[in-house]
C-alpha cells in the first residue's frame, strides 16, 4: 500500500513579509489621517491665516522693532542673523500646535473611537506627526518669503540651503513626538493651550536672537546647550548668514550639524515608543 502523504499546509507567512505587512498598514493608515488633519485645516480659515500672518508678524517684530538696537557681533545685517532663528523657533513652537490637536481628539472621544476600528496602532501617532510635518514645511515657505523681502539672503548656494531646511524640518518631527505625548497626557485642549508660554524660555534662552556669549555666566552653557542653538548654530553657517560659531564655545556651538543630528536622534528614540506606549494604554 502507498504510505499516506500529510495534508498539504499552507505555506507560513515568514515574520519578514509579515513586518513588511504590518509596516505598510501602518504608513497607509497614517496617510489617511494626514488626509483627515489636513481637511481640517482646510476647513478651519482661521488657523490657515494664522499660518500665513504668523511668519510675517515675527519678522517684523524681532527684525525691525527689536533688531533696530541689537549689534551683530563681528558687523553684518542683524536680519540675516535673525532669520535662522526664526526658523528654528517657529519649528519647535509648533509642538504645542501638535499637543493641542492630539489633546482634542482624546477629550472628543476620537482617540478612543481609533482603538476600536481595525487600523495600525501606531498609524495615529504617524498621522498626527506626519501632517505636523507638511504643516512645518508650509510655514518655512511662508517664512523664507517673508525673510526674502526683509532683506534675508542665502550664501552658500541652494544645496546647502537645502541642508539647512531639511535639519529645520527633521528636528520639528522629532519634536512634534514630544507634542504628541504631551497631548495624550493632558487630555484636554485647553490644558495643553495654557502650556504654550513653557515652550517660549526653550527657544529664547538661546542664540537665536542675541549671541550665547553675551549672557551671564549661569545661562550661558544652557543656551550653548540648548538643542535650539545647535539649530541656529547649523542653519547660520549652511546658509552663510552672520554668528557664526567661533573659539571658545562650547562643543555644540562648535559642530552644530552633528549635535543637531545627535539630538534629533536622541528625542526620537525616546518619544516615539513612549507616545505609541501611552496611546495603547491609556489611563482613565
Request: aromatic content about 10%.
Amino acid at each position: 500500500m502507498t504510505a499516506l502523504q500529510p495534508p498539504l499546509q499552507p505555506p507560513l507567512e515568514t515574520p519578514a513579509r509579515s513586518a513588511g505587512h504590518r509596516l505598510r498598514w501602518t504608513f497607509v493608515d497614517g496617510w489617511i489621517l494626514v488626509k483627515r488633519i489636513l481637511t481640517h485645516l482646510k476647513h478651519s480659515p482661521g488657523q490657515l491665516i494664522t499660518l500665513l500672518i504668523f511668519p510675517a508678524i515675527m519678522v517684523v517684530l524681532f527684525g525691525y522693532v527689536l533688531g533696530s538696537s541689537i549689534v551683530v557681533p563681528g558687523g553684518g545685517n542683524y536680519r540675516e542673523y535673525l532669520m535662522p532663528g526664526l526658523f528654528v523657533m517657529t519649528g519647535f513652537t509648533g509642538v504645542m500646535a501638535i499637543a493641542g490637536r492630539v489633546a482634542a481628539d482624546v477629550g472628543r472621544g476620537v482617540m478612543d473611537r481609533f482603538r476600536a476600528i481595525p487600523m495600525a496602532r501606531s498609524a495615529v501617532m504617524f498621522g498626527q506627526t506626519g501632517a505636523d510635518l507638511i504643516i512645518g514645511v508650509l510655514s518655512s515657505v511662508v517664512m523664507m518669503a517673508c525673510g526674502f523681502a526683509a532683506g534675508w539672503r542665502i550664501h552658500n548656494g541652494p544645496v546647502r540651503a537645502l541642508e539647512a531646511f531639511a535639519l529645520i524640518v527633521l528636528m520639528r518631527y522629532a519634536v512634534s513626538w514630544l507634542g504628541v505625548c504631551l497631548g495624550l497626557r493632558v487630555k484636554d485642549e485647553e490644558t495643553a493651550a495654557n502650556m504654550v508660554p513653557l515652550i517660549f524660555p526653550l527657544t529664547m534662552i538661546s542664540n537665536s536672537f542675541v549671541p550665547a556669549d553675551r549672557m551671564p555666566s549661569w545661562l550661558r552653557p544652557i543656551a550653548e546647550w540648548n538643542p535650539v542653538s545647535s539649530l541656529v548654530a547649523a542653519c547660520r553657517q549652511l546658509f552663510g548668514n552672520p554668528g557664526q560659531p567661533t573659539r571658545g564655545q562650547a562643543w555644540p556651538l562648535l559642530h552644530p550639524v552633528t549635535a543637531t543630528l545627535l539630538w534629533s536622534v536622541a528625542l526620537l528614540v525616546v518619544f516615539v515608543p513612549a507616545a505609541i506606549r501611552i496611546y495603547r494604554t491609556p489611563k482613565n
